[in-house]
């Protein structure tokens, strides 16, 4: 009697243990999914703006750390600013 009591508790801790894996594994395929998701947005976004130039960034000015706002000051290398490869 004693050895099938063991024997289900072992069994409940197995079954608590796999839940608790698969809910941690599909908590981070969700978020790498939606980190995708947004990493392929942005892309989409700057491709579609057609720009027809390379630039290098030659520093960055923060103007509000809290805010996270700022400007980037680059270094024009290819191409004209205003030229939208249309």
Same mark, same amino acid.
């Given at each position: 009697?004693? %050895?099938? #009591?063991?024997?289900?508790? !072992?069994?409940? /801790?197995?079954?608590?243990?796999? %839940?608790? #894996?698969?809910?941690?594994? !599909?908590?981070? /395929?969700?978020?790498?999914?939606?980190?995708?998701?947004?990493?392929?947005?942005?892309e989409s976004y700057v491709r579609n703006l057609h720009y027809n130039f390379n630039a290098?960034?030659?520093?960055?000015?923060?103007?509000?750390?809290?805010?996270?706002?700022?400007?980037?000051?680059?270094?024009?290398?290819?191409?004209?600013?205003?030229?939208?490869?249309?």
């Amino acid at each position: 009697m004693f %050895a099938f #009591a063991a024997r289900k508790s !072992l069994m409940n /801790r197995w079954i608590v243990i796999a %839940a608790i #894996a698969l809910l941690l594994f !599909l908590v981070a /395929r969700i978020t790498f999914k939606t980190m995708n998701e947004v990493d392929d947005e942005m892309e989409s976004y700057v491709r579609n703006l057609h720009y027809n130039f390379n630039a290098r960034v030659d520093s960055i000015e923060i103007v509000n750390p809290k805010r996270q706002n700022g400007f980037l000051v680059c270094d024009l290398r290819k191409g004209k600013l205003n030229d939208y490869g249309r």
